[in-house]
């Protein structure tokens, strides 16, 4: 008897190629200038990369150990003291990942249970539903409305109920490249300090926030942080998306808990960048000036398409600006955004895949991560439009 795909039942029957999987092909196929998914088009610091060829040439080759080498846990335990003045126990809390997706994969794995509900703010960026999907738990969402995508706190107090295991949260905000205040973080504190519900939070652009605001980390606040995972990526900070690195930090328990799950998702990650990323993590110059570094291509790209029929409101964090369309037609984003990479060769993100039920606001995300000469040609096609 040969194998029988009818008997196959998809455990995410609804879901589908990823947006930057899609955008990427199709930026390829028409030789098209890519803004679509985040990643930069420069190098990353050539000290860092003679780093990893240094590890690898001393022979740091084999498995690391589970959580991450010590080194480099203390480096960013050292990292939290500096930036947030908070501690993090190096060998106790904090474990070295494959990227912020594992880490988000794995805490979800972790923490909840069938028929848990997890709170998410739409637009999400896509990793969060399918892990909890899997795990048989239900993603119940707060719409955050354009062009502030600010949150309605009154709105994340009604959903929370019995049921409620998990809030997941995103400052700087990919899609939306906005931030949250300190008040934001003080009403989500105020909310989940008498309950037992986990915060992820998702910092993964902690270094690129502008016009001279504070990162606001969960762990600046103590009802926070007794309760977060926190989830950060060196591939965002140090220009490496493709090596897929990262970390999380949580309390002890919670993290004793991660590392059960952690063992057998990975066991271990990639031990020549961790010898590297300990080394280069030691000197702050090499992550205090990425903010302003993205600033100017910011600055650079939102006067370059001045003139333009684009509106926007000038991103405040990540590196992703959105622009809004409805000054130039009434397609739909995807049908808009598909348009602009086919027929004037520039691809970037329609916001709608990242909310509930399709919700268009003629939204679509640029990524700026660009060398000027990209983001020059990228300018001119939008002032063309
Ligand atoms: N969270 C957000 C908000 C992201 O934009 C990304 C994209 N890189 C990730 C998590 C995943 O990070 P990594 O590439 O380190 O897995
Ligand atoms: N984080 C990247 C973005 O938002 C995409 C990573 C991916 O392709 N999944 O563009």
Redesign the pocket.
């Known amino acids: 008897m040969s194998f029988n795909n009818s008997s196959l039942v998809s455990k995410l029957p609804d879901v589908k190629t990823t947006i930057f999987t899609v955008m990427g092909k199709l930026a390829n196929d028409y030789n098209a200038i890519n803004l679509s998914q ?1 990643f930069p088009d420069f190098a990353s610091d050539p000290k860092l990369i003679s780093l990893v060829a240094q590890a690898m040439s001393n022979g740091q080759n084999q498995y690391a150990p589970m959580q991450g080498i010590i080194e480099l846990r203390e480096s960013l335990a050292e990292k939290f003291d500096n930036l947030y003045g908070t501690s993090y126990h190096p060998e106790k809390e904090i474990t070295i990942t494959a ?4 880490a ?1 994969f794995t805490i979800i794995a972790t923490f909840i249970h069938e028929d848990d509900e997890v709170i998410i703010f739409k637009p999400a ?1 896509d ?1 969060y539903e399918p892990a909890i999907e899997l795990m048989k738990g239900n993603s119940v969402f707060v719409q955050l409305e354009a062009p502030h995508f600010g949150v309605d706190w009154n709105a994340v107090q009604q959903l929370i109920n019995a049921k409620t295991k998990m809030i997941i949260i ?1 400052t700087p905000h ?1 899609p939306s490249g906005t931030t949250w205040s300190k008040e934001d973080m003080l009403q989500l504190e105020e909310l989940v300090k008498d309950t037992n519900i986990i915060v992820l939070s ?1 910092e ?2 902690e270094h690129i926030v502008f016009d001279d605001q504070q990162h606001q980390s969960a762990c600046l606040f103590p009802r926070l942080k007794e309760r977060s995972f926190i ?1 950060a ?4 900070t140090f220009h490496n ?1 493709g090596w ?3 970390y999380c930090v949580a309390p002890a328990e919670l993290m004793h808990e991660f590392r059960k799950v952690h063992q057998f998702n990975v066991f271990c990650v990639n031990h020549p960048m961790q010898v590297a990323l300990a080394t280069y993590l030691k000197d702050p110059n090499n992550y205090q000036h990425i903010s302003s570094f993205y600033q100017e291509k910011r600055d650079f790209f939102l006067k370059a398409i001045q003139g333009s029929r684009f509106s926007c409101t000038p991103s405040t964090g990540t590196y992703f600006q959105v622009l809004d369309y409805v000054a130039i037609t009434d397609e739909n984003d995807i049908d808009f955004s598909k348009r602009l990479v086919t027929k004037n060769k520039l691809a970037s993100i329609p916001l709608s895949v990242f909310n509930p039920e399709g919700k268009n606001d003629t939204l679509l995300r640029f990524c700026f991560a660009k060398k000027k000469e990209t983001l020059e040609k990228a300018a001119e096609i939008i002032c063309n439009i």
């Open positions: 985040g990227g912020a997706t594992q988000i960026y990793c995103n990919n998702d993964v652009y989830c990526s060196f591939g965002k998306t897929k690195m990262g």
